[in-house]
Protein backbone atom coordinates (compact mmCIF):
# COMPACT_ATOMS: atom_id res chain seq x y z
CA UNK A 1 0.00 0.00 0.00
CA UNK A 2 1.54 3.50 -0.86
CA UNK A 3 -0.02 4.81 1.81
CA UNK A 4 -0.56 4.18 5.67
CA UNK A 5 -2.71 7.19 6.79
CA UNK A 6 -5.32 9.91 5.53
CA UNK A 7 -2.80 12.32 6.88
CA UNK A 8 -0.35 10.74 3.63
CA UNK A 9 -2.68 11.40 1.39
CA UNK A 10 -2.77 15.26 2.91
CA UNK A 11 0.88 15.22 2.78
CA UNK A 12 0.78 13.97 -0.65
CA UNK A 13 -0.91 16.58 -2.14
CA UNK A 14 0.85 19.29 -0.10
CA UNK A 15 4.13 18.03 -1.67
CA UNK A 16 3.04 17.88 -5.01
CA UNK A 17 1.05 21.15 -5.55
CA UNK A 18 1.67 23.44 -2.71
CA UNK A 19 0.52 26.68 -4.33
CA UNK A 20 -2.78 24.96 -5.98
CA UNK A 21 -5.96 26.16 -4.17
CA UNK A 22 -7.54 23.17 -1.98
CA UNK A 23 -10.56 24.73 -1.33
CA UNK A 24 -13.11 27.05 -1.78
CA UNK A 25 -14.99 28.80 1.07
CA UNK A 26 -17.39 31.75 1.60
CA UNK A 27 -15.87 34.49 3.18
CA UNK A 28 -17.09 38.08 3.74
CA UNK A 29 -19.53 37.23 0.95
CA UNK A 30 -17.25 35.55 -1.92
CA UNK A 31 -15.48 32.57 -2.20
CA UNK A 32 -12.31 32.28 -1.07
CA UNK A 33 -9.24 29.91 -2.11
CA UNK A 34 -7.20 28.13 0.32
CA UNK A 35 -3.91 26.22 -1.14
CA UNK A 36 -2.76 22.92 0.18
CA UNK A 37 0.22 24.40 1.71
CA UNK A 38 -2.22 26.80 3.81
CA UNK A 39 -4.42 23.62 4.72
CA UNK A 40 -1.52 21.36 5.75
CA UNK A 41 0.05 23.75 7.67
CA UNK A 42 -3.15 24.51 9.75
CA UNK A 43 -3.53 21.04 10.35
CA UNK A 44 0.18 20.61 12.04
CA UNK A 45 -0.30 23.55 14.36
CA UNK A 46 -3.74 21.88 15.56
CA UNK A 47 -2.49 18.25 15.45
CA UNK A 48 0.55 19.94 17.80
CA UNK A 49 -2.27 21.82 19.85
CA UNK A 50 -4.21 18.43 19.90
CA UNK A 51 -1.01 16.77 21.68
CA UNK A 52 -0.49 19.56 24.15
CA UNK A 53 -4.01 19.30 25.09
CA UNK A 54 -3.39 15.49 26.11
CA UNK A 55 -4.69 13.86 23.05
CA UNK A 56 -2.94 10.12 23.25
CA UNK A 57 -3.02 7.94 20.10
CA UNK A 58 -5.98 6.27 19.90
CA UNK A 59 -8.06 8.77 21.85
CA UNK A 60 -11.61 9.30 20.66
CA UNK A 61 -12.44 13.28 19.10
CA UNK A 62 -15.65 13.82 18.70
CA UNK A 63 -16.64 16.25 15.97
CA UNK A 64 -20.80 17.86 16.10
CA UNK A 65 -20.40 20.99 13.01
CA UNK A 66 -21.81 21.80 9.89
CA UNK A 67 -20.17 20.60 6.90
CA UNK A 68 -16.93 23.46 6.71
CA UNK A 69 -13.65 23.77 5.69
CA UNK A 70 -13.03 23.58 9.31
CA UNK A 71 -15.20 20.06 10.43
CA UNK A 72 -11.91 19.10 7.35
CA UNK A 73 -9.36 20.14 9.07
CA UNK A 74 -10.27 19.48 12.29
CA UNK A 75 -10.69 15.44 11.42
CA UNK A 76 -7.29 15.60 9.70
CA UNK A 77 -5.83 17.25 12.42
CA UNK A 78 -6.73 14.46 15.12
CA UNK A 79 -5.63 11.66 13.09
CA UNK A 80 -2.67 13.57 12.63
CA UNK A 81 -2.35 13.37 16.21
CA UNK A 82 -3.13 9.66 16.48
CA UNK A 83 -6.81 10.08 17.25
CA UNK A 84 -9.85 9.16 16.24
CA UNK A 85 -12.98 11.36 15.21
CA UNK A 86 -16.22 10.29 15.91
CA UNK A 87 -18.64 12.51 13.81
CA UNK A 88 -22.37 13.61 15.24
CA UNK A 89 -25.01 15.04 13.34
CA UNK A 90 -25.51 18.92 14.22
CA UNK A 91 -29.46 17.83 14.20
CA UNK A 92 -29.04 15.08 16.98
CA UNK A 93 -30.78 16.10 20.68
CA UNK A 94 -28.68 16.11 23.55
CA UNK A 95 -29.49 12.61 24.37
CA UNK A 96 -28.32 11.27 21.61
CA UNK A 97 -24.96 13.60 21.42
CA UNK A 98 -24.33 12.53 24.82
CA UNK A 99 -24.91 8.68 24.16
CA UNK A 100 -22.57 8.83 21.08
CA UNK A 101 -19.97 10.77 23.25
CA UNK A 102 -19.86 8.78 26.15
CA UNK A 103 -20.53 4.85 23.91
CA UNK A 104 -17.41 6.16 22.33
CA UNK A 105 -15.20 7.40 25.47
CA UNK A 106 -14.39 10.65 23.74
CA UNK A 107 -11.98 12.89 25.73
CA UNK A 108 -12.54 15.96 23.63
CA UNK A 109 -15.65 17.91 21.79
CA UNK A 110 -15.50 19.88 18.86
CA UNK A 111 -18.41 21.75 18.47
CA UNK A 112 -20.25 24.24 15.92
CA UNK A 113 -21.18 27.43 18.15
CA UNK A 114 -23.37 28.34 21.92
CA UNK A 115 -26.33 25.81 20.47
CA UNK A 116 -24.27 22.79 20.23
CA UNK A 117 -22.41 23.68 23.34
CA UNK A 118 -25.76 23.95 25.14
CA UNK A 119 -26.42 20.34 24.02
CA UNK A 120 -23.38 19.07 25.79
CA UNK A 121 -23.41 21.43 29.09
CA UNK A 122 -27.51 19.78 29.42
CA UNK A 123 -25.45 16.35 29.18
CA UNK A 124 -22.19 17.06 30.94
CA UNK A 125 -22.87 14.68 33.88
CA UNK A 126 -23.23 11.64 31.83
CA UNK A 127 -20.13 12.91 29.81
CA UNK A 128 -17.16 11.32 32.46
CA UNK A 129 -14.31 11.20 29.86
CA UNK A 130 -15.32 14.40 28.13
CA UNK A 131 -11.80 16.91 29.42
CA UNK A 132 -13.66 19.78 27.65
CA UNK A 133 -14.73 21.18 24.32
CA UNK A 134 -13.72 23.52 21.68
CA UNK A 135 -16.03 25.93 20.25
CA UNK A 136 -15.47 26.65 16.48
CA UNK A 137 -17.67 29.80 15.85
CA UNK A 138 -18.48 32.26 18.40
CA UNK A 139 -17.83 33.55 22.13
CA UNK A 140 -18.60 30.92 24.64
CA UNK A 141 -21.36 32.12 26.95
CA UNK A 142 -19.45 30.57 30.31
CA UNK A 143 -16.19 31.71 31.27
CA UNK A 144 -15.44 28.20 33.24
CA UNK A 145 -12.64 26.78 31.62
CA UNK A 146 -14.89 23.71 30.01
CA UNK A 147 -15.29 25.50 26.96
CA UNK A 148 -12.36 27.39 24.69
CA UNK A 149 -12.33 28.93 21.20
CA UNK A 150 -10.69 27.33 18.62
CA UNK A 151 -8.55 30.42 17.86
CA UNK A 152 -6.98 29.70 21.28
CA UNK A 153 -6.43 25.93 20.91
CA UNK A 154 -4.60 26.69 17.33
CA UNK A 155 -2.58 29.64 19.11
CA UNK A 156 -0.98 26.55 22.08
CA UNK A 157 0.09 24.82 18.65
CA UNK A 158 1.81 27.83 16.56
CA UNK A 159 4.97 27.26 18.89
CA UNK A 160 7.11 24.58 16.59
CA UNK A 161 7.88 21.18 18.41
CA UNK A 162 8.47 17.28 18.18
CA UNK A 163 5.24 16.97 19.68
CA UNK A 164 4.33 14.88 16.58
CA UNK A 165 7.36 12.72 16.40
CA UNK A 166 6.63 8.79 16.64
CA UNK A 167 2.76 9.75 16.06
CA UNK A 168 3.24 7.96 12.63
CA UNK A 169 -0.09 5.81 11.74
CA UNK A 170 -0.62 2.32 10.76
CA UNK A 171 -3.16 1.33 7.73
CA UNK A 172 -4.77 -1.36 10.63
CA UNK A 173 -5.39 1.91 12.82
CA UNK A 174 -8.73 3.22 13.96
CA UNK A 175 -9.62 6.92 11.37
CA UNK A 176 -13.61 7.33 12.33
CA UNK A 177 -16.15 5.68 14.36
CA UNK A 178 -19.52 6.39 12.55
CA UNK A 179 -22.77 6.17 14.17
CA UNK A 180 -25.14 4.29 11.71
CA UNK A 181 -28.75 6.63 12.01
CA UNK A 182 -30.56 4.56 14.56
CA UNK A 183 -33.67 4.14 12.88
CA UNK A 184 -35.04 1.34 15.25
CA UNK A 185 -32.85 1.92 18.32
CA UNK A 186 -29.66 3.33 19.40
CA UNK A 187 -26.73 3.59 16.90
CA UNK A 188 -24.16 1.62 16.75
CA UNK A 189 -20.60 2.73 16.11
CA UNK A 190 -18.85 1.26 13.10
CA UNK A 191 -15.34 1.59 13.33
CA UNK A 192 -13.50 2.09 10.49
CA UNK A 193 -9.32 1.91 9.92
CA UNK A 194 -7.17 4.12 7.98
CA UNK A 195 -7.03 1.20 5.24
CA UNK A 196 -10.55 1.13 4.96
CA UNK A 197 -10.48 4.60 3.54
CA UNK A 198 -7.26 4.65 1.82
CA UNK A 199 -8.96 1.86 -0.30
CA UNK A 200 -11.72 3.86 -1.14
CA UNK A 201 -9.91 6.59 -2.46
CA UNK A 202 -7.64 4.13 -4.26
CA UNK A 203 -11.02 3.02 -5.77
CA UNK A 204 -12.33 6.12 -6.43
CA UNK A 205 -9.40 7.04 -7.91
CA UNK A 206 -8.79 3.71 -10.28
CA UNK A 207 -12.69 3.99 -11.83
CA UNK A 208 -11.77 7.78 -12.52
CA UNK A 209 -15.50 8.98 -11.28
CA UNK A 210 -13.65 12.52 -9.94
CA UNK A 211 -10.46 13.47 -11.58
CA UNK A 212 -7.72 16.37 -10.30
CA UNK A 213 -9.55 18.98 -12.55
CA UNK A 214 -12.23 18.63 -10.59
CA UNK A 215 -14.22 21.15 -9.07
CA UNK A 216 -16.62 19.89 -6.04
CA UNK A 217 -19.63 21.45 -4.41
CA UNK A 218 -20.08 20.03 -0.74
CA UNK A 219 -22.67 20.30 1.03
CA UNK A 220 -23.92 16.75 2.61
CA UNK A 221 -23.54 16.07 6.28
CA UNK A 222 -20.24 14.90 7.21
CA UNK A 223 -21.43 12.81 10.00
CA UNK A 224 -22.78 10.64 7.27
CA UNK A 225 -20.34 8.23 5.43
CA UNK A 226 -21.11 9.29 2.49
CA UNK A 227 -19.80 12.84 3.02
CA UNK A 228 -17.14 11.15 4.75
CA UNK A 229 -16.30 9.48 1.35
CA UNK A 230 -16.13 12.49 -0.76
CA UNK A 231 -13.94 14.29 1.50
CA UNK A 232 -11.59 10.85 0.95
CA UNK A 233 -11.93 11.35 -2.35
CA UNK A 234 -10.61 14.72 -2.44
CA UNK A 235 -7.75 13.81 -0.91
CA UNK A 236 -7.22 11.23 -3.21
CA UNK A 237 -7.29 12.95 -6.44
CA UNK A 238 -6.19 16.54 -5.34
CA UNK A 239 -9.18 18.17 -6.90
CA UNK A 240 -10.66 21.45 -5.48
CA UNK A 241 -13.92 21.17 -2.87
CA UNK A 242 -15.67 24.24 -2.47
CA UNK A 243 -17.83 24.12 0.81
CA UNK A 244 -21.91 25.17 0.26
CA UNK A 245 -22.40 27.76 2.90
CA UNK A 246 -26.06 25.20 3.91
CA UNK A 247 -28.28 23.09 2.16
CA UNK A 248 -30.51 25.51 1.62
CA UNK A 249 -27.90 27.71 -0.19
CA UNK A 250 -26.75 25.23 -2.99
CA UNK A 251 -28.20 26.87 -5.43
CA UNK A 252 -27.44 30.04 -5.04
CA UNK A 253 -23.81 28.37 -4.56
CA UNK A 254 -23.88 26.79 -7.88
CA UNK A 255 -24.08 29.51 -9.48
CA UNK A 256 -20.97 31.06 -8.09
CA UNK A 257 -18.77 27.86 -7.63
CA UNK A 258 -19.92 26.66 -11.02
CA UNK A 259 -18.75 22.88 -10.58
CA UNK A 260 -18.35 20.27 -12.31
CA UNK A 261 -18.70 17.59 -9.62
CA UNK A 262 -21.35 17.37 -7.01
CA UNK A 263 -23.49 14.63 -4.69
CA UNK A 264 -26.56 14.76 -3.48
CA UNK A 265 -29.22 12.49 -1.68
CA UNK A 266 -32.58 11.56 -4.01
CA UNK A 267 -34.72 14.53 -2.03
CA UNK A 268 -32.27 16.90 -3.83
CA UNK A 269 -32.68 15.48 -7.64
CA UNK A 270 -36.33 15.43 -6.47
CA UNK A 271 -36.87 18.73 -5.80
CA UNK A 272 -34.78 19.93 -9.16
CA UNK A 273 -37.35 17.96 -11.22
CA UNK A 274 -40.13 19.02 -8.53
CA UNK A 275 -38.50 22.73 -9.70
CA UNK A 276 -38.77 22.05 -13.54
CA UNK A 277 -42.18 20.21 -13.62
CA UNK A 278 -43.89 23.60 -11.95
CA UNK A 279 -41.95 25.52 -14.89
CA UNK A 280 -43.33 23.46 -17.27
CA UNK A 281 -47.10 23.27 -16.35
CA UNK A 282 -47.55 27.25 -15.15
CA UNK A 283 -45.70 27.54 -19.34
CA UNK A 284 -49.24 27.64 -20.97
CA UNK A 285 -51.91 25.00 -21.88
CA UNK A 286 -49.58 24.07 -25.00
CA UNK A 287 -46.22 23.95 -23.18
CA UNK A 288 -48.09 21.73 -20.58
CA UNK A 289 -49.11 19.47 -22.93
CA UNK A 290 -46.24 18.83 -24.84
CA UNK A 291 -44.46 18.23 -21.40
CA UNK A 292 -46.78 15.87 -20.21
CA UNK A 293 -46.47 13.99 -23.42
CA UNK A 294 -42.47 14.10 -22.46
CA UNK A 295 -42.37 12.94 -19.58
CA UNK A 296 -44.81 9.82 -20.08
CA UNK A 297 -42.50 9.10 -23.02
CA UNK A 298 -39.26 9.70 -21.27
CA UNK A 299 -40.65 7.10 -18.62
CA UNK A 300 -42.04 4.65 -21.09
CA UNK A 301 -38.31 4.56 -23.16
CA UNK A 302 -36.59 3.84 -19.84
CA UNK A 303 -39.27 1.07 -18.79
CA UNK A 304 -38.79 -0.55 -22.15
CA UNK A 305 -34.68 0.47 -21.44
CA UNK A 306 -35.18 -2.09 -18.21
CA UNK A 307 -36.75 -4.68 -20.23
CA UNK A 308 -34.49 -4.83 -23.05
CA UNK A 309 -37.04 -3.38 -25.79
CA UNK A 310 -37.14 -0.52 -27.68
CA UNK A 311 -40.13 2.22 -28.26
CA UNK A 312 -42.58 1.68 -31.39
CA UNK A 313 -41.80 3.35 -34.48
CA UNK A 314 -44.47 6.00 -33.96
CA UNK A 315 -43.05 6.44 -30.16
CA UNK A 316 -39.48 6.85 -31.24
CA UNK A 317 -40.51 9.43 -33.99
CA UNK A 318 -42.43 11.52 -31.26
CA UNK A 319 -39.79 10.96 -28.65
CA UNK A 320 -37.18 12.41 -31.18
CA UNK A 321 -39.71 15.34 -31.89
CA UNK A 322 -40.55 16.15 -28.37
CA UNK A 323 -36.80 15.81 -27.02
CA UNK A 324 -36.13 19.01 -29.45
CA UNK A 325 -39.18 20.66 -28.17
CA UNK A 326 -39.42 20.12 -24.68
CA UNK A 327 -35.93 18.29 -23.35
CA UNK A 328 -33.38 20.96 -25.06
CA UNK A 329 -35.10 23.51 -23.33
CA UNK A 330 -35.17 21.99 -20.00
CA UNK A 331 -31.73 21.08 -20.49
CA UNK A 332 -30.28 24.42 -21.53
CA UNK A 333 -32.39 25.61 -18.35
CA UNK A 334 -30.63 22.69 -15.92
CA UNK A 335 -27.42 23.74 -17.39
CA UNK A 336 -27.44 27.68 -16.27
CA UNK A 337 -29.44 26.63 -12.77
CA UNK A 338 -25.89 24.39 -12.32
CA UNK A 339 -23.75 26.90 -13.19
CA UNK A 340 -22.92 25.60 -16.51
CA UNK A 341 -20.20 23.41 -16.24
CA UNK A 342 -21.64 20.32 -14.20
CA UNK A 343 -19.92 17.17 -15.84
CA UNK A 344 -21.93 14.79 -13.48
CA UNK A 345 -23.71 14.35 -10.32
CA UNK A 346 -23.55 11.36 -8.11
CA UNK A 347 -26.98 9.93 -5.83
CA UNK A 348 -26.73 7.90 -2.73
CA UNK A 349 -28.03 7.61 1.20
CA UNK A 350 -31.53 6.40 0.03
CA UNK A 351 -32.93 4.83 -3.34
CA UNK A 352 -33.56 7.47 -6.86
CA UNK A 353 -36.76 7.19 -8.49
CA UNK A 354 -35.85 5.87 -12.31
CA UNK A 355 -38.63 7.98 -13.31
CA UNK A 356 -36.68 11.30 -12.07
CA UNK A 357 -32.93 9.52 -13.39
CA UNK A 358 -34.58 9.02 -16.66
CA UNK A 359 -36.33 12.32 -17.07
CA UNK A 360 -32.48 14.21 -16.00
CA UNK A 361 -30.90 12.00 -18.51
CA UNK A 362 -33.28 12.75 -21.06
CA UNK A 363 -32.35 16.52 -19.84
CA UNK A 364 -28.81 15.70 -20.64
CA UNK A 365 -27.72 15.12 -16.83
CA UNK A 366 -25.80 12.73 -15.70
CA UNK A 367 -26.81 11.13 -12.49
CA UNK A 368 -25.11 8.88 -11.20
CA UNK A 369 -26.50 6.08 -7.90
CA UNK A 370 -24.29 4.39 -6.09
CA UNK A 371 -24.85 2.40 -2.74
CA UNK A 372 -22.68 1.48 0.73
CA UNK A 373 -23.74 1.67 4.32
CA UNK A 374 -21.25 3.28 7.07
CA UNK A 375 -20.07 -0.80 7.72
CA UNK A 376 -18.40 -0.85 4.11
CA UNK A 377 -17.01 2.91 4.39
CA UNK A 378 -19.75 4.29 2.20
CA UNK A 379 -18.75 3.99 -1.26
CA UNK A 380 -19.69 0.13 -2.01
CA UNK A 381 -21.12 0.13 -5.63
CA UNK A 382 -21.47 3.00 -8.34
CA UNK A 383 -22.39 3.42 -11.77
CA UNK A 384 -20.07 4.90 -13.91
CA UNK A 385 -19.72 7.65 -16.42
CA UNK A 386 -18.85 4.76 -18.90
CA UNK A 387 -21.04 2.32 -17.80
CA UNK A 388 -24.42 2.81 -16.47
CA UNK A 389 -28.03 1.76 -15.83
CA UNK A 390 -30.21 3.73 -14.07
CA UNK A 391 -32.63 1.27 -11.48
CA UNK A 392 -29.42 -0.04 -10.70
CA UNK A 393 -26.98 1.19 -7.69
CA UNK A 394 -24.12 -0.12 -9.99
CA UNK A 395 -21.03 -2.19 -10.28
CA UNK A 396 -18.73 -3.13 -7.42
CA UNK A 397 -16.03 -0.40 -7.12
CA UNK A 398 -12.44 -2.77 -7.76
CA UNK A 399 -11.65 -5.17 -4.88
CA UNK A 400 -15.36 -5.30 -3.39
CA UNK A 401 -16.97 -8.74 -4.10
CA UNK A 402 -20.94 -8.93 -3.68
CA UNK A 403 -23.03 -12.34 -3.11
CA UNK A 404 -26.70 -12.60 -2.78
CA UNK A 405 -27.98 -15.06 0.22
CA UNK A 406 -30.16 -17.45 -0.56
CA UNK A 407 -33.23 -14.99 1.23
CA UNK A 408 -32.18 -12.45 -1.58
CA UNK A 409 -29.80 -10.58 1.18
CA UNK A 410 -26.84 -8.37 0.13
CA UNK A 411 -23.57 -9.44 1.13
CA UNK A 412 -20.29 -8.21 0.60
CA UNK A 413 -16.69 -8.23 1.33
CA UNK A 414 -13.82 -6.54 0.39
CA UNK A 415 -11.07 -3.47 1.68
CA UNK A 416 -13.72 -1.52 2.88
CA UNK A 417 -15.97 -3.50 5.28
CA UNK A 418 -15.60 -1.98 8.83
CA UNK A 419 -13.67 -4.10 11.57
CA UNK A 420 -15.95 -3.92 14.10
CA UNK A 421 -19.02 -2.18 15.86
CA UNK A 422 -17.45 -0.19 18.18
CA UNK A 423 -17.61 -1.91 21.92
CA UNK A 424 -20.51 -4.59 20.50
CA UNK A 425 -19.39 -7.61 19.81
CA UNK A 426 -23.18 -8.82 20.00
CA UNK A 427 -24.09 -6.81 17.12
CA UNK A 428 -20.90 -7.06 15.34
CA UNK A 429 -20.97 -10.79 15.00
CA UNK A 430 -24.77 -10.42 13.66
CA UNK A 431 -23.94 -8.44 10.59
CA UNK A 432 -20.01 -9.77 9.80
CA UNK A 433 -19.48 -13.90 9.72
CA UNK A 434 -16.80 -15.96 10.07
CA UNK A 435 -15.52 -15.62 6.50
CA UNK A 436 -15.70 -11.59 6.35
CA UNK A 437 -19.08 -11.38 4.65
CA UNK A 438 -21.23 -8.17 5.60
CA UNK A 439 -24.50 -8.99 5.90
CA UNK A 440 -26.03 -5.70 4.43
CA UNK A 441 -29.65 -6.07 5.54
CA UNK A 442 -30.42 -5.45 2.07
CA UNK A 443 -32.25 -7.04 -0.23
CA UNK A 444 -31.00 -7.06 -4.00
CA UNK A 445 -30.12 -9.17 -6.76
CA UNK A 446 -27.45 -8.95 -9.50
CA UNK A 447 -28.35 -8.35 -13.26
CA UNK A 448 -26.70 -10.11 -16.49
CA UNK A 449 -24.32 -7.44 -16.30
CA UNK A 450 -22.85 -7.37 -13.11
CA UNK A 451 -24.95 -4.13 -11.66
CA UNK A 452 -26.62 -4.43 -8.10
CA UNK A 453 -30.11 -3.45 -7.36
CA UNK A 454 -31.50 -2.93 -3.84
CA UNK A 455 -35.27 -3.96 -3.68
CA UNK A 456 -36.02 -3.39 -0.29
CA UNK A 457 -34.75 -4.03 3.63
CA UNK A 458 -35.19 -7.26 4.40
CA UNK A 459 -36.63 -6.62 7.93
CA UNK A 460 -39.56 -4.36 5.94
CA UNK A 461 -40.78 -7.00 3.64
CA UNK A 462 -44.40 -6.65 4.36
CA UNK A 463 -46.02 -9.82 4.26
CA UNK A 464 -49.59 -9.77 3.00
CA UNK A 465 -52.47 -11.71 4.77
CA UNK A 466 -52.98 -13.14 1.56
CA UNK A 467 -48.92 -14.43 1.79
CA UNK A 468 -47.62 -11.94 -0.97
CA UNK A 469 -44.46 -10.38 -0.12
CA UNK A 470 -44.15 -6.52 -0.74
CA UNK A 471 -41.02 -4.27 -0.76
CA UNK A 472 -42.56 -0.64 1.05
CA UNK A 473 -39.61 0.78 -0.14
CA UNK A 474 -40.82 0.14 -3.86
CA UNK A 475 -43.84 2.02 -3.41
CA UNK A 476 -42.93 4.71 -0.82
CA UNK A 477 -40.04 5.55 -3.58
CA UNK A 478 -42.90 5.65 -6.35
CA UNK A 479 -45.17 7.77 -4.46
CA UNK A 480 -42.53 10.08 -3.58
CA UNK A 481 -41.52 10.57 -7.19
CA UNK A 482 -43.93 13.57 -7.53
CA UNK A 483 -43.53 16.68 -6.64
CA UNK A 484 -46.42 16.68 -3.90
CA UNK A 485 -45.49 14.16 -2.13
CA UNK A 486 -43.08 14.35 0.55
CA UNK A 487 -43.22 11.33 2.46
CA UNK A 488 -44.73 7.93 2.24
CA UNK A 489 -44.71 5.32 4.88
CA UNK A 490 -46.55 1.79 3.57
CA UNK A 491 -48.15 -0.71 5.60
CA UNK A 492 -49.44 -3.81 5.48
CA UNK A 493 -47.69 -6.90 7.53
CA UNK A 494 -50.02 -9.80 7.97
CA UNK A 495 -53.37 -7.46 6.95
CA UNK A 496 -55.78 -8.23 3.85
CA UNK A 497 -54.01 -4.51 2.06
CA UNK A 498 -51.56 -2.49 2.03
CA UNK A 499 -52.13 1.13 3.24
CA UNK A 500 -49.79 4.20 3.44
CA UNK A 501 -49.14 7.49 5.42
CA UNK A 502 -48.69 10.72 3.58
CA UNK A 503 -46.90 13.99 4.16
CA UNK A 504 -47.10 16.54 1.28
CA UNK A 505 -44.24 19.31 0.24
CA UNK A 506 -44.79 22.53 1.35
CA UNK A 507 -44.02 24.23 -2.04
CA UNK A 508 -45.71 21.82 -4.06
CA UNK A 509 -49.06 22.20 -1.26
CA UNK A 510 -48.73 25.93 -1.71
CA UNK A 511 -48.61 25.96 -5.46
CA UNK A 512 -51.96 23.51 -5.40
CA UNK A 513 -53.65 25.66 -2.96
CA UNK A 514 -53.00 28.73 -5.44
CA UNK A 515 -54.41 26.26 -8.42
CA UNK A 516 -57.46 25.33 -6.75
CA UNK A 517 -58.21 28.87 -5.15
CA UNK A 518 -57.67 27.30 -1.60
CA UNK A 519 -56.31 30.51 -0.01
CA UNK A 520 -53.04 30.75 1.90
CA UNK A 521 -53.87 28.55 5.10
CA UNK A 522 -51.59 26.97 6.90
CA UNK A 523 -50.00 23.41 6.52
CA UNK A 524 -52.31 21.79 8.83
CA UNK A 525 -55.20 23.56 7.38
CA UNK A 526 -54.51 22.85 3.49
CA UNK A 527 -53.42 19.17 4.01
CA UNK A 528 -56.99 18.24 5.26
CA UNK A 529 -58.80 20.29 2.41
CA UNK A 530 -60.93 17.81 0.54
CA UNK A 531 -59.91 19.26 -2.89
CA UNK A 532 -55.90 18.19 -1.56
CA UNK A 533 -57.43 14.66 -0.87
CA UNK A 534 -59.03 14.88 -4.58
CA UNK A 535 -55.63 15.21 -5.83
CA UNK A 536 -53.70 12.98 -3.57
CA UNK A 537 -56.17 9.74 -4.60
CA UNK A 538 -55.59 10.61 -8.68
CA UNK A 539 -51.98 10.45 -7.97
CA UNK A 540 -52.19 6.85 -5.80
CA UNK A 541 -54.16 5.74 -8.37
CA UNK A 542 -52.46 6.24 -11.48
CA UNK A 543 -49.41 5.06 -9.20
CA UNK A 544 -51.15 2.09 -8.17
CA UNK A 545 -52.09 1.25 -11.91
CA UNK A 546 -48.51 0.26 -12.35
CA UNK A 547 -48.34 -2.44 -9.67
CA UNK A 548 -49.77 -5.63 -9.08
CA UNK A 549 -52.70 -5.66 -7.15
CA UNK A 550 -51.49 -6.98 -4.20
CA UNK A 551 -49.14 -3.72 -4.07
CA UNK A 552 -51.69 -1.72 -4.42
CA UNK A 553 -51.95 0.92 -1.84
CA UNK A 554 -56.04 0.54 -0.79
CA UNK A 555 -56.16 3.79 1.82
CA UNK A 556 -54.47 6.33 2.82
CA UNK A 557 -53.99 9.09 4.86
CA UNK A 558 -52.46 12.89 4.68
CA UNK A 559 -51.23 13.96 7.89
CA UNK A 560 -51.24 17.31 9.41
CA UNK A 561 -47.24 18.01 9.39
CA UNK A 562 -44.35 16.78 7.72
CA UNK A 563 -42.08 14.45 9.30
CA UNK A 564 -38.61 15.76 11.01
CA UNK A 565 -35.87 15.39 12.95
CA UNK A 566 -37.20 17.12 15.84
CA UNK A 567 -40.44 15.66 16.30
CA UNK A 568 -38.44 11.79 15.79
CA UNK A 569 -40.37 10.75 12.95
CA UNK A 570 -36.62 11.39 10.45
CA UNK A 571 -33.26 10.17 11.70
CA UNK A 572 -30.39 12.57 11.03
CA UNK A 573 -29.50 11.44 8.45
CA UNK A 574 -33.24 12.21 6.83
CA UNK A 575 -34.27 8.35 6.83
CA UNK A 576 -37.62 7.95 8.00
CA UNK A 577 -37.72 6.11 11.48
CA UNK A 578 -40.73 3.62 10.32
CA UNK A 579 -40.60 2.27 13.50
CA UNK A 580 -41.51 5.55 15.14
CA UNK A 581 -43.79 6.03 12.51
CA UNK A 582 -45.64 2.75 12.79
CA UNK A 583 -45.60 2.83 16.78
CA UNK A 584 -46.66 6.84 16.35
CA UNK A 585 -49.88 6.42 14.15
CA UNK A 586 -50.89 3.02 15.22
CA UNK A 587 -54.25 3.43 15.68
CA UNK A 588 -54.27 5.33 12.30
CA UNK A 589 -52.99 2.21 10.87
CA UNK A 590 -55.60 -0.33 12.89
CA UNK A 591 -58.17 2.36 10.83
CA UNK A 592 -57.68 1.48 7.86
CA UNK A 593 -58.31 -2.40 8.72
CA UNK A 594 -61.23 -1.62 10.58
CA UNK A 595 -64.00 -3.21 8.50
CA UNK A 596 -66.57 -0.03 10.08
CA UNK A 597 -64.05 2.39 7.63
Avoid at 156 to 163: H, K, N, V, W, Y
Avoid at 224 to 234: D, P, Q
Avoid at 271 to 299: D, K, M, P, Q
Wanted: hydrophobic fraction near 45%; charge should be neutral.
Amino acid sequence: MAHRSLHDLLARQVAAAPDRVAALCKRDGEFRPSTWAELGERVERLARALVRLGVAPGDRVCLIAETSLEWVFVDLAVVRAGGVTVPIYTAEVPDGVAFVATDSGAVLVFAQDVAQVRKLRRERAKLGNVRGVVQLHGTPELGDGWVTTLAEVEQQGAAPGSELTGRDVAPDDVATIIYTAGTTGRPKGAVLTHANLLYEAEAIEHIRLVGDDDLQLLYLPLAHSLGKVLVVAWLGTGHTLAFAESPAAVMNNLLEVRPTFMAGVPRHYERIYANVVSRALEAGAITSRLFVEATALSARRGEAETHHRSLSTLDSLRFSALRRLVFDRVAAGLREALGGRMRLMISGGAPLSPKIAWFLRDAGLMVLEGYGLAESSAATTVNRPDRWRIGSVGLPLPGTHLRIAADGEVLLKGRGVMRQYWQNPEATREVLDGDGWLHTGDIGFIDGGGFLHITDRKKDIIVTAGGKNVAPQKLENLLQSHPLISHAVVHGDRRKFVSALLTLDTGGLRALAAEQGLGNGSYAELTQKHEVRRVVEGIVEGFNEQLASFEAVRRFKILEHDFSIDSGELAPSMKVKRRVVYERYRDIFDGFYDERY
